[in-house]
């Protein structure tokens, strides 16, 4: 088997796993947080402000000069937190991500069992 076939393989079980309920649980969170005009505004600071965060400390300077910006970061990811579907999405993202984890796991626990048995 040739690289473009494994890759056509893997589109493949991809396409599997966008069937799952997880991925659809994750789409339909998605949907619900892109909807909440609350939480996209806490979001958008959140992200300028870590971005000037991020900003500063490539510049070296030291964080005494931009406290302020990371206990706002902090306040805004506890104001998140509090939103249902901020949560619910958090849920469904983990759900997710522990789904691809095991997948890829799984995949090479396989390799390495079919490699010894070789």
Known sequence: MDRNELWAQAEELADLI????????YQAAEAKLQQH?????????????QEQIEEFAARKVPEAYYRHLTQESESLLEQLEKIPVVREFQEAQTAVNNLLQDVSEHLGRVVQERITED
Do not use: C, D, K, N
């Not at 966008?18 to 649980?25: C, D, M, P, V």
């Not at 005009?37 to 402000?49: C, G, N």
């Open 37 to 49: 005009s609350e939480a996209q505004a806490l979001i958008r600071r959140l992200r300028s402000v």
């Open 18 to 25: 966008l069937q799952t309920e997880e991925i659809q649980r």
